[in-house]
Nanobody, 121 residues
Framework: VQLQASGGGLVQAGGSLRLSCAASGRTFSNYGMGWFRQAPGKEREFVAAISWSGRSTYYVDSVKGRFTISRDNAKNTVTMQMNSLKPEDTAVYYC???????????????WGQGTQVTVSS
């Protein structure tokens, strides 16, 4: 599976961004999908995941109520709507496909190239 993330940018605190991840190659609907992020000087962190069907979603506590992950298997895309953004959300965001949905990066076999999200205070 090849993954292409997009939608990052610079936004003020309280603003919104919508990240997208386009998949190609293998059957997209076979995979759980996840979003991770990595801030400068910090380890990669799980953000959100969604099951192959879209029925189950999981979030890290710090984004619950602000971020929403969804997928469209007909379009081979997964998106993450990010609202009420905070400066601490600043990071490179990566989409991933794997055996999930889980919070464990090791369960994801394919990774996109990342998209930068910067939230100014």
């Amino acid at each position: 599976v090849q993954l292409q993330a997009s939608g990052g940018g610079l936004v003020q605190a309280g603003g919104s961004l919508r990240l997208s991840c386009a998949a190609s190659g293998r059957t997209f609907s076979n995979y759980g999908m996840g979003w991770f992020r990595q801030a400068p000087g910090k380890e990669r962190e799980f953000v959100a995941a969604i099951s192959w069907s879209g029925r189950s979603t999981y979030y890290v506590d710090s984004v619950k109520g602000r971020f929403t992950i969804s997928r469209d298997n007909a379009k081979n895309t997964v998106t993450m709507q990010m609202n009420s953004l905070k400066p601490e959300d600043t990071a490179v965001y990566y989409c991933a496909a794997g055996r999930g949905p889980t919070a464990a990066a090791m369960t994801y076999d394919y990774w996109g190239q990342g998209t930068q999200v910067t939230v100014s205070s």
